[in-house]
């Protein structure tokens, strides 16, 4: 399902250090239908993998993830 190939894509995109990428693939999970607590289990998960650059991408998820719910909320 697409929700489930965006939860990986930002997965991925935290361990590559794409921060466009994560701004995208947190806006699109969101849209596919993925909770706050399934996000935020991704970038736990992209952190045990990617280990500390991983973690200074990850803020970059979790800023985007407020940002978005923020923007949904207000909608």
Avoid at 20 to 25: D, K, P, S, V
């Amino acid at each position: 399902p697409t929700k489930m190939k965006e939860l990986v894509a930002l997965a991925i995109a935290i361990v590559m250090r794409c921060e466009n990428c994560i701004a995208f693939h947190v806006h699109d999970a969101l849209r596919a239908g993925a909770t706050r607590p399934e996000i935020l289990e991704v970038i736990g998960v992209a952190i045990m993998m990617g280990g500390g650059p991983a973690a200074m991408y990850a803020c970059e998820a979790y800023e985007a993830l407020q940002q978005f719910e923020k923007a949904l909320a207000a909608a």
